[in-house]
């Protein structure tokens, strides 16, 4: 899996559109962007996922560069409830049944501001 | 209606104890996982299964077990626990089906402290 460099912590104002960046400059044509995050003593949760057009849910949007090397998820309106560790995967579609292990960095804390 | 339960949430326990956690998941799929993360958070797999079949096994000592009687269980059974074993252990499942976006869903960890 191609390996992700997210920065270690960032801030936002509730209420306000939080940006986190990833670059992911050895990602190769077959591997997808996911997002998960980990709010504090809970188990990780799917946020949003991409191969190379921008993405939105109701979570969030994912915006991927054209080149690919780097990506930004939005969170449109951060709530209190936003604060958690977001962590960005690279990895391609399912090749080998149960052979899908997620391999997590070190992710960026986002800490919502009242 | 949890579709990822571990039992238990808490569990400590004196070190050379063995101890099992159990994981259920009822949203159907056929792949589950165990993970976990050490104090520094670093979340890292263990293990997983797909419809009871061991896949991966990432280089965990021996004194871990995984067991999966049936596609929606997986425990995890450890013997002689060490001080090194306290961590908080996740379990997820995914539907794991071929050529296809993969997603995990996890439980909500068992928090384990050996003493």
């Known amino acids: 899996d191609a390996k992700t460099t997210q920065p270690p912590s960032m801030d936002c104002a509730e209420g306000r559109a939080a940006n986190l960046p990833c670059n992911h400059s050895t990602i190769s044509g077959n591997e997808y962007v996911y997002w998960y995050r980990q709010i504090h003593s809970q188990g990780p949760q799917y946020i949003i996922h991409?191969?190379?057009n921008n993405e939105t849910n109701e979570m969030a949007s994912l915006i991927i560069t054209e080149d690919r090397k780097s990506s930004t998820l939005i969170l449109p309106h951060a709530t209190l409830r936003d604060t958690a560790v977001y962590y960005c995967?690279?990895?391609?579609?399912?090749?080998?049944?149960?052979?899908?292990?997620?391999?997590f960095g070190t992710g960026t804390r986002l800490t919502i501001i009242p | 209606d949890t579709a990822v339960s571990q039992t238990p949430k808490y569990l400590v326990t004196q070190m050379g104890n063995d101890k099992s956690i159990k994981c259920e998941q009822n949203?159907?799929?056929?792949?589950m996982y165990w993970y976990k993360q050490d104090s520094k958070k670093f979340l890292k797999i263990m293990f997983s299964?797909?419809?009871?079949?061991?896949?991966i096994n990432e280089t965990v000592p021996n004194r871990f077990s995984p067991k999966s009687p049936d596609k929606a269980h997986l425990n995890l059974h450890i013997n002689s626990l060490e001080l090194g074993d306290s961590a908080v252990y996740f379990c997820a499942s995914s539907p794991a089906v071929a050529a296809t976006v993969e997603t995990q869903y996890f439980g909500p960890g068992t928090r384990l402290l050996v003493l």
């Open positions: 995967i690279v990895r391609p579609l399912i090749s080998n049944f149960g052979n899908e292990k997620l391999t």
């Open positions: 299964y797909n419809n009871k079949e061991l896949i």
């Open positions: 949203l159907g799929h056929d792949t």
């Open positions: 991409g191969l190379k």
